[in-house]
């Protein structure tokens, strides 16, 4: 019998480069890394994730997926919850049931109905995200990070390897932050989903995550997170004179 390497890399890239925003970035992301990416706005993050998801090209450098070249099926491994995506929907008179099901029509042919097994897996990623009780409740009604944690659900019915998030807490309170990340990493945790996140909330998420990636056009540091309380990197980061200050709650 071969075991699997659980901690095989999921995501390589080895000196990317685009235009003048992505220079020369070299990480990898290992399966089960629960992970942030940080840095000053204008820096490139959202270019990085575009990068690895085939969204641009690259000028040059290499990105390999699941120690691969990028192939469709790859991709479709991954689940991407864009930044600002939630508020797409805002006065669209649709259901959070039907914003779930068009994660799973998606990928289906063009004639495929929706079908028992369809529903349960709906079902299922509703409750993950603890939100089965909206299920009838139309998008425009919902809060901020409710309407996050439907994005969510929508990629989770594809049952991806890897979920990546640009900023998803954006306008979100402390204790919804909180509760959010709370559920994000049980998804590392008990489904097994590697996880990649844009996020400025490092202060809420450092005890958690076991890599950080900071990216200011180049990347200044992959490592583990603990280590930048006391780092010189994020002066360098951001710019300005930084630190990480410690707060009990
Ligand atoms: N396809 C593109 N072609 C050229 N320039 C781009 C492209 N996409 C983004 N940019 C530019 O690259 C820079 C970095 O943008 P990006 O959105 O990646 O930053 P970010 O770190 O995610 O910022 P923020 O924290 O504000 O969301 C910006 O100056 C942006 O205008």
Known sequence: MVLKNFKDNVIEAKNLNFKTIIQNVTFEIRRGD???IIGPNGGGKSTLVKLILG???????????FGKTPTLSALKKIGYVSQGISKLDENFPISVHEVVKLG?????SLFARINRSDLEIIDRALIKMNIEDLKDAKISELSGGQRQRVMIAKALVNNPQILIL?????????????NFY??????????????????????VIVDDINKVLCINQTLLACHDPRQIYHSEQLNQLYGVDAHMVCHHH
């Open 166 to 178: 640009d900023e998803p807490n954006t306008g979100v309170d402390k204790q919804s932050q909180i």
């Open 34 to 36: 629960y992970a942030a």
């Open 104 to 108: 799973l029509i998606a990928n289906k």
């Open 55 to 65: 969204l641009i090209p690259y000028d040059s450098g290499t990105i390999k997926l």
């Open 182 to 203: 709370a559920l994000l990493k049980d998804l590392n945790v008990k489904e097994n989903i590697t996880i990649l996140f844009i996020t400025h909330d490092l202060g």
